[in-house]
């Protein structure tokens, strides 16, 4: 569909504008030792940039005087630069890599899908198809979003947890038995320390280590020891048994996080082939609507040579008054034909400056300047037809839906696992290790009512951390837990509806590969269809083409009439139109059997590298000859 252009210069577009991927998300080193603590609560640590809302240099490069000068291939670099569909899309996989972020820490999975965003329509006209389902080669049968439901077992909170807890106060107590208390007014000043971490694993596993230590100073004299240090260091083990246990269960929003960011990458390889596609068929549907004013202005040309003629020949009374009125008639029709085809042009030209340009025709330049495609659109000579089911192979193997199905089948089998397991009882096993430690100074008010006090205990808190560590005071304990919920209702109900949800989505794959097989065929009988037309159209263009010369040299020879010179001039004029028209509907079928194949990014040559980054690296070119 290509024509080469003589090419003068070759435009760096893009790279400086454009220098690194639209989308990024900013990590900074933090600084060493405390700041790389610190650097995961920093709410700014990681920052995203704010959107690029300006074009690449590559489309002010290709503006020559008021003219906007467009190939296939530059129409194509532009929209991967420049479209906002493509760089909405863009965001998709980034934010499905921050759910997985989220969900390695044991958060919920999030729904942060983009919706497939539908292309623009051609102006329409009459002869050319502008089927939206043709253009989109099938594309409303993907999957509609990825699976994002929480039923089952909460994930375990997979970020260590750490504790720190500082307290003091003073307690006043009125006593009524003095001779316990060796006061009325029992009053205590206190600080204490916590220290505490936990974690969680995906087996199902939960760990604490606990750290206390607390002084009291009372105003008693029973006291032996006052004031006195306390503390313990506790270390607290459990495991579910039955619901949350094991890996399958609580790494499963991990696993669908994952293949959500799968499915996020093909929806951009989806969205990138489909705004290709449209703005290809835009692009050859202008040459077709360029095509139509040339041709209009060919016919109101020889309709005025008509017109002028038969002035000429009235004027020596070789032809009645009324040819005249009868040549004024048509090139008036001329006239408006060549109105409305001029019309379609600029109508065309507006839709695809919005493809083409993130700021549209907001951009008072780009509103201005006149769409100059250097490509054609050329009828390659007819090709060996492959078979239907090799087709059809290649097909459900390259198209981005097929696959983005086969996730959510995989992502609903992953998370009936937990749905499943949250049928069964909770039991968690449990063990526990405490081991205790108390010191202090001998008491200086103390009255010696129950003896001496034991010298074991006479120290600071590093005799309670020795205590501690030679475990002279612990604690054991182990069990078990078991908690049955009667009749179970709502896990029953939870575990069938996810059943059911797999069930539809398998059908919806089988759907899919079924519609796939539709749109080959379809794509395929098209092409063929636009093929026929073309030639038909063709063969009768040239025949018009015959008559009107013919017709043209009896009017000369005084043999026909201008009725007739104007009716073949019409047939002329139809059968043009009808040629341009099928020139553009068999580009329009060969676009739509390219996405239907999911080929549009293999033969457009397309690397989803350059789409990802918003960035092609390949140069531009300007046709010989055109003025800065």
């Keep these: ?44 640590q990681r920052i995203v940039p704010p959107v690029k809302l300006a074009n690449s240099s590559r489309l002010e490069a290709l ?53 497939l965003i539908a292309p623009p329509a051609s102006v329409s006209t009459a002869g050319v198809n502008t089927n939206a389902n043709g253009l989109s080669g099938g594309a409303g049968i993907g999957a509609t979003g990825t699976i994002v439901t929480q039923i089952g077992p909460t994930p375990p909170n997979l970020d260590p947890q ?145 017109l002028d003629d038969n002035k000429k020949r009235v004027a020596i009374g070789a032809l009645p008054e009324i040819e005249v009125t009868r040549a004024a008639a048509q090139v008036s029709a001329s006239e408006e034909d060549l109105l409305i085809a001029q019309t379609n042009v600029a109508q065309q030209e507006v839709i695809l400056k919005n493809v083409l340009s ?30 239907e089911q090799d087709l059809i192979t290649e097909a459900l193997a390259h198209r981005p839906e097929i696959e983005q199905n086969k996730i959510n089948v995989e992502n609903q089998k992953t998370l009936l696992k937990g749905t499943q397991n949250n049928l069964r009882p909770s039991l968690q096993g449990f063990a526990e290790v405490t081991n205790n430690g108390l010191a202090g100074p001998a008491s200086a008010i103390y009255d010696n009512c129950c003896g001496a006090p034991y010298p074991f205990f006479i120290g600071g808190n590093s005799s309670v951390l020795s205590q501690l560590f030679r475990r002279n005071f612990p604690n ?35 759907r899919a590969n079924n519609q796939v097989r539709v749109d080959v065929k379809t794509a395929l009988i098209g092409l063929q269809q636009a093929r026929s037309r073309y030639e038909s159209a063709a063969a009768a263009r040239a025949l018009a083409e015959q008559s009107l010369s013919a017709e043209q040299k009896r009017f000369q020879s005084g043999v026909s009439t201008v009725e007739l010179v104007i009716q073949a001039q019409k047939d002329l004029a139809t059968d043009s139109d009808a040629e341009v028209e099928a020139m553009a509907n068999y580009s329009h079928a060969q676009i739509t059997f390219n996405l239907a194949m999911g080929q549009t990014l293999d033969v457009n040559h397309i690397s989803m590298v350059d789409a990802e980054k918003g960035l092609v690296e390949r140069t531009s070119t300007i046709p010989q000859g055109v003025a800065k």
């Excluded at 000068?69 to 630069?81: C, H, N, Q």
Aim: hydrophobic share 40%; with cysteine; net charge neutral.
């Design 1 to 44: 569909m290509r024509t080469t252009c003589a090419i003068t210069a070759l435009l760096a577009a893009g790279a400086t504008a454009f220098a690194q991927s639209e989308v990024s998300i900013i990590e900074p080193t933090p600084p060493p030792v405390i700041g790389r603590v610190l650097a995961p609560f920093h709410v700014q």
């Design 63 to 115: 503006i020559r005087a008021g003219n906007l000068y467009l190939s296939a291939e530059d129409v194509i670099a532009l929209v991967l630069e420049n479209n906002l569909d493509i760089a909405v899309q863009r965001y998709g996989p980034f934010l499905a890599r921050e759910v997985v972020r989220r969900t390695e820490g044991g958060g919920f999975l999030r729904a942060v899908d983009t919706p």
């Design 476 to 510: 054991y304990s182990v069990g078990l837990s078991l908690n049955i919920p009667f009749r179970n209702r709502q896990a029953q109900a939870d575990f069938v509806t996810d059943e059911l949800q797999l069930r539809q989505n398998e059908l919806q794959l089988q």
């Design 358 to 387: 993130r700021t549209g025709v907001q951009d008072r330049t780009l509103e201005a300047v006149h769409i100059v495609p250097l490509d054609h659109i050329v009828i390659p000579p007819a090709a060996e037809v492959r078979p």
């Design 162 to 306: 750490l504790y720190l807890g500082f307290q003091i106060g003073h307690r006043t107590t009125p006593e009524t038995n003095t001779l316990l208390a060796g006061t009325s007014a029992l009053t205590d000043g206190y600080r204490q320390f916590q220290f505490t971490y936990s974690q969680q694993f995906p087996t199902g596993t939960a760990g604490s280590l606990t750290f206390f230590n607390r002084r009291d100073y009372y105003n008693g004299n029973t006291w032996q020891i006052n004031p006195f240090l306390s503390g313990y260091l506790d270390l607290t083990i459990t495991q579910n048994l039955l619901q949350g246990f094991g890996r399958a269960v609580n790494d499963r929003d991990i696993r669908v996080a994952r293949n959500n960011v799968k499915w996020a990458e093909l929806q951009l390889r989806l969205q990138v082939a489909t705004t290709v596609a449209a703005a290809l068929d835009l692009y050859y549907y202008l040459v077709s609507f360029n095509d139509a004013v040339r041709i209009k202005q060919q016919a109101l040309e020889t309709a005025q040579n008509l």
